[in-house]
């Protein structure tokens, strides 16, 4: 067996705080989160699905800079953190059995942004609905030009 991604959009946000991948087929097994993004000052990633702003999310992250090491954890809360970012920063995110409709939706991330900080988190959705849209928020600033994500979907074959 072999995986396949398929590219499901892209888009390259600029002077917002939020972009949405929406109408997300149900025929993929998994599905990933690629992107670059800038900011004019550090802020946090997050990531809700469904539009679901309930606290029906949990996440463990860890960080490193060289020479600071921090772990963390939230649960009941509205997102799932997914990166942490200075000014730029590269990060993946991959969501796992999202079309399934009877289990907990999971999600791993992780980034870096050229050497700083490397950032890994997991998350927990709280959900068995099929996920069919992904909304990915910067918690402070907007998006900055330059910043590109694209959503693919992995189909086992």
């Given amino acids: 067996m072999t995986a396949t991604y398929d590219c499901i959009a892209t888009t390259n946000p600029s002077g917002v705080q939020s972009i949405t991948f929406s109408s997300i087929p149900g025929t993929y097994t998994d599905l990933i989160i690629a992107g670059v993004g800038f900011a004019s000052t550090e802020t946090y990633y997050e990531i809700q699905f ?9 996440f463990t992250s860890i960080l490193g ?5 921090a772990s963390g ?14 000014t730029q ?5 991959h969501i796992m059995n999202y079309a399934n409709t009877t289990t907990y939706k999971t999600a791993l991330a992780r980034n ?6 490397v950032y890994q988190a997991v998350g ?14 910067s918690q402070i600033v907007n ?13 086992a074959e």
């Fill in 112 to 117: 870096s942004n050229g050497g700083q900080i």
């Fill in 73 to 86: 954890g939230t649960k009941n809360t509205y997102a799932i953190g997914v990166t942490r970012i200075e």
């Fill in 89 to 93: 920063s590269a990060f993946l995110c």
């Fill in 65 to 69: 800079t060289g020479s600071v090491a």
């Fill in 143 to 155: 998006f900055n030009s330059g910043s590109t994500f694209s959503l693919y979907g992995i189909k």
């Fill in 124 to 137: 927990l959705w709280r959900n068995t609905n099929a996920i069919t849209s992904v909304t990915l928020k």
């Fill in 50 to 58: 469904n539009s679901d702003t309930g606290n029906n999310y949990s």
